[in-house]
């Protein structure tokens, strides 16, 4: 499956963005779907993870309650909703799909076999 993030771009301080990725080649319903970002200088790591239907969903505890996943599995694309954005949430943005069992959103990094190129989050002071 190929996976084309968007959306990325440079906010103040508690603004909100909205990142897409959009994914062809393969039945997307078949994939749980994941959000990874990694800063500068640092290693990549978790976000947001969704299972294949939506029902379930996987958050770090940096985000809850300022991100949302999301998927529609009819567009075969999964978005991730930033609210309240800090200086440290900048970071190249990394869309990733994973073959998992219904309900499943893995936060491994070795769970996912498919990754986008990223799209890259400034969040100015």
């Known amino acids: 499956v190929q996976l084309v993030e968007s959306g990325g771009r440079l906010v103040e301080a508690g603004g909100s963005l909205r990142l897409s990725c959009a994914a062809s080649?393969?039945?997307?319903?078949?994939?749980?779907m994941g959000w990874f970002r990694q800063a500068p200088g640092k290693e990549r790591v978790f976000v947001a993870a969704i299972s294949r239907g939506g029902e379930g969903i996987n958050y770090a505890d940096s985000v809850k309650g300022r991100f949302t996943i999301s998927r529609d599995n009819a567009r075969s694309a999964v978005y991730l909703q930033m609210n309240s954005l800090k200086p440290e949430d900048t970071a190249l943005y990394y869309c990733a799909a994973a073959q998992r069992s219904p309900g499943q959103a893995p936060n491994m990094q070795y769970e996912y076999g498919y990754w986008g190129q990223g799209t890259l989050v400034t969040v100015s002071s």
């Open positions: 080649g393969r039945t997307f319903s078949n994939y749980a």
